[in-house]
């Protein structure tokens, strides 16, 4: 019973989110419509605004769309991977440049501590890259001051990704739920846009290659969540 209450409830909560998420921007392009429609819409400068307004929600809704899409193909076991052997340091290098710009961007500090010297692994590259992408997302949702950090090491066995932040930190009643899709939890964020499960998806994408995905955080502490891979040939 306590089972299908849970699942009740994350229906009724991914159906609540899928709702604001995408009427939200549906509002806000019915209104240009219906001033576009208008005498106001014969003027070029406001025309042109509008469209503009118009072309930014459909590309705000598009990553929201496929969010769904992964969700439910990794629901019905359809997710793929073209898994190859990539040098880390150097895939993580490439990821990582337009979010440290994301992160300046915000008002945060930026640090990255990459060792030349990671060893290989065999990943699907811009799947990892959207785990990695996923977790940066997060931490500056939830970060108004400090900084955000990326750091990685390795050992015999195994990479770790680690994305540290000076946000709120979570408290240990919800370190277990943050991972549910759609799940938002009682911290205080920067925006509330999303559905909620870029961690859900980070973390099944992890466990598609062999690895796994870690928190640790306390109030008033920040977060890190750490993404283990195994090393090529392990």
């Known amino acids: 019973a306590a089972r299908l209450q849970s699942l009740e409830e994350m229906?009724?909560?991914?159906?609540a989110n899928i709702v604001h998420e995408l009427g939200r921007p549906l509002g806000a392009m019915k209104a240009a419509v219906q001033v576009l429609?208008?005498?106001?819409?014969?003027?070029?400068?406001?025309?042109?605004?509008?469209?503009?307004?118009?072309?930014h929600e459909l590309s705000g809704m598009e990553p929201l769309l496929n969010d769904l899409l992964q969700l439910h193909a990794e629901a019905g076991g359809e997710r793929r991977l073209d898994r190859r052997v990539v040098n880390l340091s150097e895939w993580l290098n490439?990821?990582?440049?337009?979010w440290r710009?994301?992160?300046?961007?915000?008002?945060?500090?930026?640090?990255?501590?990459i060792p030349p010297d990671l060893p290989e692994a065999s990943i699907d590259a811009p799947r990892m890259a959207q785990v990695v992408?996923?977790?940066l997302s997060n931490a500056v949702k939830y970060t108004t001051s400090g900084g955000v950090a990326v750091f990685a090491t390795a050992d015999d066995r195994e990479v770790k990704i680690s994305v540290a932040d000076t946000g709120p930190g979570i408290a240990p009643g919800e370190q277990g739920r943050v991972f549910e899709p759609f799940y938002r939890g009682t911290t205080p964020q920067?925006?509330?846009?999303g559905?909620?499960?870029?961690?859900?998806?980070?973390?099944g994408l992890a466990e598609a290659h062999g690895?796994?995905?870690t928190l640790e955080s306390a109030p008033g502490r920040g977060s890190v969540f750490t993404v283990y891979l195994p090393r090529a040939g392990r």
Not at 37 to 48: F, L
Not at 190 to 193: F, G, I, K, M, V
């Open 211 to 213: 690895g796994r995905i």
């Open 133 to 135: 992408g996923n977790l």
């Open 37 to 55: 429609r208008g005498p106001s819409g014969e003027d070029a400068a406001v025309r042109e605004e509008l469209l503009g307004g118009v072309e």
């Open 190 to 193: 920067r925006t509330t846009e």
């Open 94 to 98: 490439e990821v990582l440049p337009p």
């Open 11 to 15: 229906r009724r909560r991914s159906l």
């Open 195 to 203: 559905l909620g499960v870029g961690l859900a998806i980070a973390r």
């Open 101 to 113: 710009e994301a992160v300046t961007a915000a008002g945060l500090d930026w640090v990255a501590d």
